[in-house]
């Protein structure tokens, strides 16, 4: 069980409760959006099979609560066989909608499935890349004890504008400081982020 600061102990009563409350949100929060946004879905998904050879959906290994690996789910918008690697404007490897689908934040809806199925949370730490796993400090490792999430501390403060080391130190500084209302707040702040679209560099 999730413990917010480093004590002795077990969790409370209490977190116990809003962890359960957490999931709960989570599983109703994922099933009614993939159900709203089912149009959306199926139409970003053709629109990617005819603009480019390839299925729809991206699959990429990445860490989960406590280290568990999955695969997280994407919008394609990188050609088939691209080598990996960060992604710049105007690369060669994106597909002509995937600039499109990472400016506006897109290409994360399928997240919604892996949310359903227990593997991340709506808000969460960002799920690192498995390598990243031995280079975490024994600090950096408290943000594998709650499930990943679509957005997060991270995301509503820089984004991908921020270093790596910085975004570790915000994914740590949520799971230290987690509580529902901290969820509800960055819910609040991400959505004027991805309006805004502050802290897009195209990155991963």
């Given at each position: 069980?999730i413990r917010r600061k480093p004590r002795s102990g077990g969790a409370t009563r209490d977190e116990a409760v809003e962890l359960t409350i957490k999931r709960l949100f989570d599983v109703v929060g994922g099933l009614v959006g993939v159900v709203v946004l089912c149009p959306v879905l199926v139409c970003l998904a053709?629109?990617?099979?005819?603009?480019?050879?390839?299925?729809?959906?991206?699959?990429?290994?990445?860490?989960?609560?406590?280290?568990?690996?999955?695969?997280?789910?994407?919008?394609?918008?990188?050609?088939?066989?691209?080598?990996?690697?960060?992604?710049?404007?105007?690369?060669?490897?994106?597909?002509?909608?995937?600039?499109?689908?990472?400016?506006?934040?897109?290409?994360?809806?399928?997240?919604?499935?892996?949310?359903?199925?227990?593997?991340?949370?709506?808000?969460?730490?960002?799920?690192?890349?498995?390598?990243?796993?031995?280079?975490?400090?024994?600090?950096?490792?408290?943000?594998?004890?709650?499930?990943?999430?679509?957005?997060?501390?991270?995301?509503?403060?820089?984004?991908?504008?921020?270093?790596?080391?910085?975004?570790?130190?915000?994914?740590?500084?949520?799971?230290?400081?987690?509580?529902?209302?901290?969820?509800?707040?960055?819910?609040?702040?991400?959505?004027?982020?991805?309006?805004?679209?502050?802290?897009?560099?195209?990155?991963?």
């Amino acid at each position: 069980m999730i413990r917010r600061k480093p004590r002795s102990g077990g969790a409370t009563r209490d977190e116990a409760v809003e962890l359960t409350i957490k999931r709960l949100f989570d599983v109703v929060g994922g099933l009614v959006g993939v159900v709203v946004l089912c149009p959306v879905l199926v139409c970003l998904a053709v629109i990617v099979r005819l603009e480019s050879s390839g299925p729809a959906l991206f699959r990429q290994e990445r860490l989960g609560q406590k280290g568990n690996v999955f695969r997280i789910f994407k919008f394609r918008t990188m050609v088939v066989g691209a080598r990996d690697g960060a992604v710049v404007p105007g690369d060669a490897r994106l597909t002509r909608i995937g600039p499109f689908l990472r400016r506006w934040s897109l290409d994360e809806l399928p997240q919604l499935l892996n949310v359903v199925r227990g593997e991340m949370s709506i808000v969460g730490p960002r799920p690192d890349r498995t390598f990243r796993l031995e280079e975490y400090t024994e600090h950096e490792r408290r943000r594998l004890l709650m499930r990943p999430g679509i957005t997060g501390l991270a995301q509503v403060n820089g984004r991908n504008s921020l270093g790596w080391e910085k975004r570790n130190a915000y994914d740590v500084e949520y799971v230290e400081r987690w509580s529902l209302w901290l969820d509800f707040m960055i819910l609040v702040k991400t959505v004027f982020v991805v309006l805004g679209r502050r802290g897009i560099d195209l990155d991963t």
